[in-house]
């Protein structure tokens, strides 16, 4: 019904989902005394149960011809753009978002929230097309190495200060983190060799379930967050500078522009010459989606025991950066793409 409701109002599915859980979350709180009992009942558990699915769903959609033959360009944009935008960020946000209270660690957790992207489900489209290979890969390629960056940082602040947390396995016991993980890849294998048996479509059943569990765990992990985010807007709404709020995504937009347009003339001698419109398609989908809710959201939650006005900010601002991304960058897509011949605007459209 939703996705009924979104393709006919032409809004992207994540941000419906978010608004409708955050619509629910107020009603409910203007007629009972306790609203926390939604996510605290459900708790990180269902949050993480979507990093798996992320990450499996980013990785394929990298070709892996295309990656071994353009790998020193798309390494050197993927490390660029995140460079780049990781340390123009944490400047933003240390002079002009953060007062005396905050810490460094929360100005470069806040600048890992406004720096993070994520794969487009247009890009899968665009390759199939044929006509923008490396770009798309180049595409998909940053948004998996933006999430390795990320766990890397939060797992070091995570072991060396005891705060934050292990995004894919929060388990105390990293043997049983290891031993988790060897038997969902003996899983994965074993599910290839079963249906390759019966049928020869086994990579695409195996890339449908894939699919599958990434709609469902990540509607979950929006819902989630949604109904956090409520529930801590209802408690420092009157606290907020809405318009730093709005400074945030105008930065992040110009920071992600900026880091685009000095990496251009770079990319080119590697072998592929990116275009001028390939170039502002790049700088454009800087998408925040269930990811970045998803990780700033079990941050939050595990450090429910040290809140502080200057953490809850951070969160809420990386909330609303992704709710005006996905306002902005998401609806208006379609033109962008269509003003570069990729697609009429109404066949993109149906990828939102």
Known sequence: MLKAIQRHIRIPYTLVVFLVAASCTTLFALT??????????????????FMPAFVVHTTQGINNYIFRRCH????????????????????????RIADSTWPFRECLFF???MSCIERLPMSDALFEEGRYPVMTTMMKSEALFNAAVTWCIF?????????????MFPLQNQVVAMLVGFLTGTATVWLLETASVFSEDSAINVIIFWNLLYDVTGTLATCVSASYTTVLLIQYAST??????WACYV??????????VLLYPVIGPFGYQVTVRQAMVLAWTSVKETFLTTIATMQHMRRE?????SITKSYLYAIGDMVFTQLINVTFLPVVLSSMGAYAIATVTMFL
């Open 32 to 49: 009972s005394k306790r609203v926390d009992f939604y996510y605290s009942s459900i708790g990180v558990q269902a949050l993480t149960a």
């Open 251 to 260: 930065v992040k937009v110009v920071i992600r522009s900026m880091a685009v």
């Open 240 to 245: 907020l500078d809405w318009e730093a709020l």
């Open 72 to 95: 020193m360009e798309i390494l050197l944009f993927s490390l660029g753009t995140f460079g780049i935008s990781l340390a123009m960020a944490t400047v933003f946000v240390t002079h």
């Open 155 to 167: 797992d070091y602040y995570r072991f060396h200060y005891g705060d934050g947390f292990d995004p």
């Open 111 to 113: 600048g890992l929230y």
């Open 305 to 309: 025991n040290v809140y502080t006005e």
